[in-house]
């Protein structure tokens, strides 16, 4: 059985829609559409996907330390409120 780790599925889910772009000076450019603000550049496509995956991990962090509501993507929700056990359940 295959652990599943719904962060790391919500972050490839959403990678998944990026859109890049070859910039005139040969940088080049990615976003997210279903994410808005989460963009990035680098020098090269693969710097670009690099800082396009930490962008959306901090853009998750703090939407989600702030209340933010973050889009469903794969149909994952991260704005769900966690099932919390008792204590005594343990």
């Not at 693969?46 to 853009?59: A, G, I, N, V």
């Not at 794969?74 to 966690?82: A, C, Q, S, T």
Request: include cysteine.
């Amino acid at each position: 059985m295959a652990l599943r780790y719904v962060l790391t599925d919500y972050l490839e889910q959403a990678l998944a829609q990026a859109i890049y772009d070859k910039l005139e000076d040969g940088s080049f450019a990615g976003r997210i559409p279903a994410c808005p603000g989460v963009v990035a550049f680098g020098a090269s496509l693969s710097e670009c996907e690099h800082e396009l995956r930490s962008t959306l991990e901090e853009w998750i962090l703090l939407g989600l330390k702030l209340g933010h509501p973050l889009p469903v993507i794969g149909g994952i929700d991260l704005n769900r409120e966690p099932l919390r056990e008792p204590v005594d359940a343990l």
